[in-house]
């Protein structure tokens, strides 16, 4: 204990000019120094002396950034492979301090260690951080043989000294950068001009009135001064005026209580532009304690603050952009800690700060959704990964909405430094989505209670999905068997007599009609049973208009073709028996004129015969309908008139069928007349036959010309009551008749829901 209280007592009382000599001395050195070995041989000179330690060394992150050793004093090489690569800070660590050991021996240290240490004669050591722009780019370490304990004084002089080494490696940095520079320039002077040296650190000295004492060769260069210009030098003359008064006072106040000193301002550069220096100054003091001065350092952080602004310029672009976004938009800490919101916030509750600062964004959440918020926000950060959930957030009017929110770390070199979310709500669109499925589940239950399978064809890839298990009950497949693709279906289920029907219905796709239907006759794979297959579906086409995919619906008709079948076979035999019926009245007719009217005879036979022709119309159409143009053909062409002479036009009208016995009827009642008495009893004569649809009626004009002059009958006739009657009472229309010169205009009002189409 002796020899440690006598160790820090000769530093204690050295007198303090000898250590700023020696600091000056280090400063000179590493001024003048051309190499980095004369920088650390230097500084182990100052720090051995400085310090009165029996041991130094200097360490450096390499490039793989472990604490290597790369100039000593008084150490072994076996000590220096024992301890090499141990180092308390990270590269690049900012803000650091040193740290001092005593006495090895009283640490916890592991005993290996111990022993390396204690075996190298030494006892106490301290570990002093070197820095370059501010983060920390090695360290110096000194050693004692006996326990050692720091004062103040010891740990500013070993600062002072780390700081000067700092400066000195910037330096190094930098020239070594500007070497390369040149070198580069060197290789291509069309890309390159000679660059004047470029130093990050200016070191400067001041009377106790504030005028310059000293300049280094950095700081000479930054304004342009000589040597020999120094005592006059007016550096305050320098300052942007903008920041003048604010240096003035602060640099009055510290040189007035002597006191360490930092700020920054802009100063004009010799050549003209302004440049923006951090200033860190000390009082200097004489060994008899005469307050020199000022001694400081000036760094150029132009760079650094052009970044700050641009960066506070990006976040008021990013506050802008994301007030301007529809969704909630946040940032967090690396630890989770959230501390911007967007102006969204206020559309939702009201939530309270932390003690720590930070919102507490707990208070937005749904009751009901918290736990499983928290769940995933913890994993995130504890493995800095994004995140993503679907929740509940409270609204300002107490109502709650689903919202999506996600989360993206910022990171850098692996750690994640900040935290970038949002919360997009999505409650519309859940709502929506909810419908729709609610809709097709309706769906799915209108279509599985009709019966129907629902499949999907992949045309490239010949590939089907059944939907259902409909599809499959129909086709006699098990539900764990592959759904056939086309070529499989035209080969082993479809009847072969059909397999033409396939490929005509898959010729007529267009993408302007892209609708598809299909009826054949399939074969069940589980019993072969024939059955009938409906298959009707829409295709789906790429931007080249090439068919990619059909979705579809197939339906079982093997039931109604039976019913159609044998509903066809019932209409057979009704058309056969009333055909045989009608001949048989024929026949009886025939009997009660004989010997009576022949005319009356005739005239009773072209009805039935008229009738005859209508009913083997409608048979062809099962008694549903017949068109208004088929039902004039049959009549007109049955009366045996040149069909040439009679002008058929009209759109397509479909009849009822008792609609249409109606007007063969009086189809036939016309044509009878008009080639007895009217335009076709003559080979001039000719009869326009149009039909028209208004607003509300369908208008039949039946128009004769070219004939012999048309009289008005004197009388009605039979025909003329049967038109009138039939007409009104079957189709409920109005019959008007005028008897023109020229020939008879006969017009037929029928209303227009009357008529099918």
């Known amino acids: 204990m002796q020899a440690a209280e006598t160790d820090r007592t000769a530093v204690s009382q050295r007198p303090a000019d000898s250590v700023t000599e020696i600091v000056f001395r280090l400063t000179d050195r590493l001024y003048r120094a051309t190499s ?289 976004m529809p969704q909630l938009v946040w940032t967090a800490d690396r630890l989770g800690r959230l501390d911007y919101w967007n102006t969204r916030i206020s559309e939702y509750a009201e939530g309270s700060t932390n003690p720590q600062g930070d919102f507490d964004w707990t208070a937005l959440i749904f009751p009901d959704d918290l736990a499983a918020t928290k769940a995933v926000w913890e994993q995130a950060l504890e493995t800095g990964q994004p995140y993503q959930i679907a929740h509940r957030l409270l609204m300002r009017d107490g109502s709650a909405r689903w919202h999506l929110s996600r989360a993206t770390p910022i990171s850098d070199r692996g750690e994640v430094q900040r935290w970038f979310g949002t919360a997009t709500d999505i409650d519309d669109l859940r709502l929506a989505e909810e419908r729709l499925k609610e809709s097709l589940q309706r769906q799915l239950i209108a279509v599985e209670g009709a019966g129907l399978g629902v499949f999907e064809w992949d045309i490239r890839t010949d590939r089907t999905i059944w939907e259902n298990r409909r599809m499959y009950d129909i086709f006699g497949v098990a539900p764990d068997e592959p759904s056939p693709g086309k070529d499989e279906f035209a080969q082993f289920y479809l009847h072969p007599d059909d397999a033409p029907l396939l490929e005509e219905a898959l010729r007529k796709v267009d993408h302007q009609d892209p609708s598809y239907r299909m009826v054949a006759r399939i074969l069940r794979k589980s019993d072969r049973e024939l059955r009938w297959l409906e298959v009707s579906g829409r295709f789906e086409f790429d931007g080249s208009g090439q068919p990619v995919r059909l979705i579809g619906v197939a339906a079982d008709i ?145 128009a004769e010309e070219g004939g012999p002059p048309c009289l008005a009958p004197t009388k009605r006739g039979f025909g003329s009551v049967l038109i009138e009657q039939a007409a009104r009472a079957d189709l409920q229309a109005k019959v008007e008749r005028d008897f023109r010169p020229e020939g008879l205009v006969c017009r037929i009002s029928i209303p227009e829901q009357r008529v099918i189409s």
């Open 36 to 324: 980095k070995d004369e920088v650390f041989e230097a500084a182990l000179e100052a720090i051995c002396e400085a310090l009165g330690c029996t041991s130094a060394s200097i360490l450096q992150f390499d490039g793989e950034q472990v604490m290597r050793f790369v100039a000593w004093r008084g150490l072994s090489s076996g000590y220096r492979n024992a301890v090499d690569g141990h180092s308390p800070w990270k590269a690049g660590q900012r803000g650091a301090s040193p740290i001092y050991v005593t006495d090895i021996l009283q640490t916890e240290e592991p005993a290996w260690l111990k022993e390396v240490i204690t075996k190298e004669g030494i006892r106490s050591l301290a570990f002093v951080p070197i820095e370059a722009h501010g983060q920390i780019v090695g360290k110096f370490m000194s050693y004692f043989g006996s326990p050692h304990s720091w004062n103040e004084r010891e740990n500013e002089i070993a600062v002072t000294i780390a700081r000067q080494v700092g400066f000195a490696v910037e330096r190094w940095r930098a020239e070594e950068a500007r070497v390369v520079v040149e070198r580069e320039l060197r290789l291509s002077e069309e890309r390159f001009r000679l660059m004047s040296e470029d130093a990050p650190v200016m070191i400067w000295t001041s009377d106790a009135n504030g005028h310059c004492r000293h300049l280094n060769r950095l700081l000479r260069e930054f304004w342009g001064v000589t040597e020999s210009e120094i005592s006059t030098f007016r550096w305050d003359e320098t300052i942007l005026p903008e920041d003048a008064p604010h240096v003035a006072a602060t640099m009055a106040q510290a040189l007035e209580s002597r006191s360490p000193v930092g700020l920054k301002a802009r100063y004009r550069k010799a050549g003209g532009g302004y440049r923006i220096l951090q200033t860190e100054a000390r009082p200097n003091y004489a060994p008899d304690g005469t307050f020199m001065g000022m001694i400081g350092v000036n760094l150029d952080i132009t760079e650094k603050e052009d970044a700050e602004r641009a960066m506070r310029e990006s976040e008021a672009r990013f506050r802008a952009m994301a007030d301007a």
């Open 558 to 702: 093997t039931e109604r073709k039976q019913l159609e079948e044998h509903q066809q076979l019932l209409i057979n035999e009704l058309n056969h028996r009333v055909k045989n019926t009608l001949s048989v009245v024929q026949s009886l007719a025939k009997q009660t004129f004989k010997g009576g009217d022949p005319a009356a005879f005739t005239a009773l036979d072209g009805r039935l015969k008229a009738l005859g022709q209508v009913h083997n119309l409608l048979a062809e159409r099962s008694w549903e309908s017949a068109s208004l143009a088929e039902v004039a053909e049959r009549c007109i062409s049955f009366q045996g008139a040149d069909q040439l002479r009679v002008h058929m036009e009209g759109p397509e009208v479909q009849l009822t069928a008792r609609q249409a016995l109606t007007m063969a009827m009086v189809l036939h009642e016309l044509n009878t007349n008009a080639c007895k008495y009217g335009a076709l009893s003559q080979m001039t004569g000719a009869v326009n036959l149009s039909w028209q649809s208004s607003s509300d009626q369908l208008i039949v004009t039946w």
